[in-house]
């Protein structure tokens, strides 16, 4: 028996599924250490199943890599984006499967096999992805340039809105809206709350996928002779689970409904200048590991001169100081941003401006305010996908709504959707709502 499996036998079991919902993201990744301290989880060699309209695969730049190992440091030094890659570089996680709407397409489709590990020259986590989602931040390092590598496993796949059958039309618009409600009600009697065991589960929910779908819709009316239209290949996420030894469940509730809260912060012309300050030039095909290199050389000088730009108009935003800057090549545009800036708030938040360029490289932060019925049919999507999925070790949800990510007005029914979604396949959950002041189970 392998140590891994070994492992796998000695861990403990939950009486009932935890349920952490915190606000910002990074704040589920103590729950999650805190089920690998108590032996539920193993300490590595766990996939991490995560449902987001962002990968929040960045790095924390500057962070030193065995930070890591100093997991109260680690927390502070923590932000939304780049919450998940040092738990890999700890050697936890190893598979991701990133499960992400329409709308967000950061990454690349697909399958990605890279390595994660600490960068002989800065000390600082970096990756050998070329994906530009890493290379537009500065992250790509060559192999022989990192040591302590960890390798990752990084599925990424698109989840499309559940469809109802082909042959329903507008006049069935009000029985529609329902069906998600009632295929969730009605799937009570099928699911497997009481499946416990991570490998049993994987045997048997590998024995019952025999479509190979996702899951066909229980009060479906349609003939033989049509299909309903499924949303992720439940064959496909099982067995990239099978090379794990436990999973976690991971649900951003933007996944449903996002917003770019920068769009909202600043006017279109100063978010256009934003966007042409922090442009990243997508390199071409075929690039050898030096035009890589340089690459990212450049890329990190760019960002670096504009964090200097605007921490310095922190302290002095006069004319001199505006023109000073804008000398530079391609920081001509500063000077009308500044402008506008000024004359909408007394004092700009420079730092918040900076923030915002970063979002701004080969391509903007998804924003798409979901309709109910659009929300409706990503809850049956995501409900598709786990009725045929092993029950995971622990759940963590992210409402990401004080931040204006998941609209505000939206976030605590889907979050009451979800929790039915999770209620329905797992039986009682135990809720710890962590944002709240009264965090205790519910």
Known sequence: MSDSARERVRLRRYSELPVWVAEDHQEVLPFIYRAIGSKHLPASNISFVHFDSHPDLLIP??????????????????????WIMPAIYAGHFSHIIWLHPTWAQQIKEGK?????????????????????????????????????????????IMVKPYKLCNNQEGNDAVSSAKKPKLALEDAES??????????????KDTVTQKSGQACLEPSCSCSESQECQTAVNAREVLEILKKGD???LDIDLDFFS????????????????????????????????????????TRTHQLEDLEATFADLCDCDDEDTVQ?????????????????????MAVPDYEMVHQAGLTCDYSELPHHVSTEQEIESLIQSV????KHLPKPTLVTIARSSLDDY???EQVDSIQEKVLTVLRSLYGTLDIHLAYSADSSPS
């Open 61 to 82: 730049v500057n962070m030193p890599a065995d930070t890591v190992f100093d997991k109260e440091t680690l927390f502070g030094k923590l932000s939304i984006e780049n």
């Open 112 to 156: 990605h096999h890279f390595l994660v590990g600490k960068d002989t020259s800065t000390t600082t986590i970096r990756v050998t992805s070329t994906d530009h989602y890493f290379l537009s931040d500065g992250l790509y390092v060559p192999e022989d340039q990192l040591e302590n590598q960890k390798p990752l496993h990084l599925d990424v």
């Open 190 to 203: 099928t699911a497997s709350p009481n499946c416990d065991s991570y490998s049993e589960g994987l045997e």
């Open 246 to 248: 436990a999973f976690v």
């Open 258 to 297: 996002v917003k770019n809260p920068f769009k909202e912060m600043f006017t279109q012309e100063e978010y256009k200048i934003l966007q042409e300050l922090y442009q990243f030039k997508k390199p071409g095909t075929n690039l050898t590991q030096e035009d890589l290199v340089d690459c990212v050389d």
């Open 324 to 344: 000073r800057w804008a000398s530079n090549p391609g920081m001509e545009s500063l000077v009308p941003l500044v402008r506008s800036l000024k004359k909408r």
């Open 383 to 386: 409900y598709c996908l786990l």
């Open 406 to 408: 998941c609209p505000c």
